[in-house]
């Protein structure tokens, strides 16, 4: 790869602080059928938590506005924008700094999980949309990409699964390199680590990697790991790790890697769904973690908090519901960056 981004910009880390977080409110109601109001829930015990640490928007459509505004209570900015979806990871814009410090907003090109789910009309519109309401500048991008389908170290090295990147119903028409130079010149990857895999029962986004593997320091990788030898996800998830231990940056260095052994599988109304632990979400002086009842639950939450010191780390248990709608608590929230600071909190 090229090694020079060719508009001077670099995604900012997840671990990087924060000017706020953004969430949209549940829309789609038939992907939850009678769980829709515990999934509305979901979404609020996410936002007031967040709200102790930072400032917090939920996006809602006119639909919804009211009962939003009602139920997510004060602390909580509700906007009322046109969405189709509530994973805004996904349709919300993916921030950028640029070479002054300056806060860009790049909005890619969103096909619905690759036309799995529609209508997607108004989802096309929010990245831009929510972002001109901020005044941030915009930069629009020709290419199919999901917010959930990376994790940057906030340096230059960004990782992804092929599954997903690479699947023909995202971007059938570039190739790998095609794909690698884009994510170079929008988004200062100048290495990017491909992990075979996302999860087995994850075919809504053909396997994204915000349910396998995230960063929690610029040289730190946490990869989710899988402690059923019976499940696919056991072999998966070793060959990712292996992949993982193996990558070397553009400078030459290896990236620590630690996994998170446990891999929770439950049941909903008789759909088996998984929670990863690795669906967490980080900001400013807190990782949150998606919980399921598992008996594992207060001891992965307690794991992953040791690899943030300084930070609360708190589980919810909100992630088997999200897990019926397709996501997780990372699905759910996409931050908005500092402007001009790059360095962790």
Request: proline letters at 6%; one cysteine or more; hydrophobic letters at 40%.
């Amino acid at each position: 790869m090229n090694s020079v981004p060719r508009h001077g910009a670099v995604m900012p880390a997840e671990f990087f602080p924060h000017e706020r977080t953004v969430l949209c409110w549940p829309a789609r109601e038939e992907l939850y059928g009678d769980l829709f109001a515990e999934a509305e829930r979901a979404h609020t015990e996410v936002a007031r938590t967040i709200a102790q640490f930072e400032p917090v928007t939920v996006i809602a459509d006119q639909r919804h506005i009211e009962r939003a505004a009602n139920i997510a209570g004060d602390g909580v900015e509700v906007v009322e924008m046109p969405i189709d979806d509530s994973w805004f990871r996904d349709s919300g814009p993916i921030y950028v700094h640029d070479e002054s410090g300056a806060v860009v907003a790049t909005s890619w090109t969103f096909n619905g999980w690759g036309g799995k789910f529609l209508p997607i009309e108004k989802d096309i519109e929010i990245a831009s949309r929510y972002a001109r309401s901020l005044g941030h500048a915009v930069r629009e991008v020709p290419m199919v990409l999901e917010g959930g389908s990376l994790t940057v170290n906030g340096d230059g090295v960004l990782a992804t699964t092929m599954q997903c990147l690479l699947h023909p119903n995202r971007n059938p028409h570039l190739s790998k390199r095609d794909i690698e130079d884009r994510l170079r010149d929008e988004l200062g990857a100048r290495s990017i680590m491909w992990l075979p895999h996302g999860l087995e029962l994850d075919d809504d986004t053909d396997g994204h990697v915000d349910n396998v593997a995230a960063f929690a320091s610029s040289d730190h990788l946490l990869l989710q790991g899988c402690d059923d030898p019976g499940r696919a996800d056991h072999a998966r998830m070793a060959i990712n790790a292996k992949i993982a231990e193996d990558f070397r940056t553009h400078d030459g260095n290896s990236i620590r890697t630690t996994v998170v052994p446990v891999l929770p599988f439950t049941e909903v109304n008789g759909m088996e769904v998984v929670v990863p632990y690795l669906n967490f979400y980080v900001g400013n002086g807190f990782v949150l973690v998606p919980t399921c009842g598992h008996e594992a639950d207060d001891d992965m939450v307690a794991f992953i908090g040791e690899q943030f010191p300084g930070r609360t780390a708190l589980g919810l248990d909100v992630g088997a519901v999200l897990a019926v709608g397709g996501g997780g608590i990372h699905c759910i929230t996409q931050q908005v960056p500092a402007v001009g600071v790059a360095s962790p909190r």
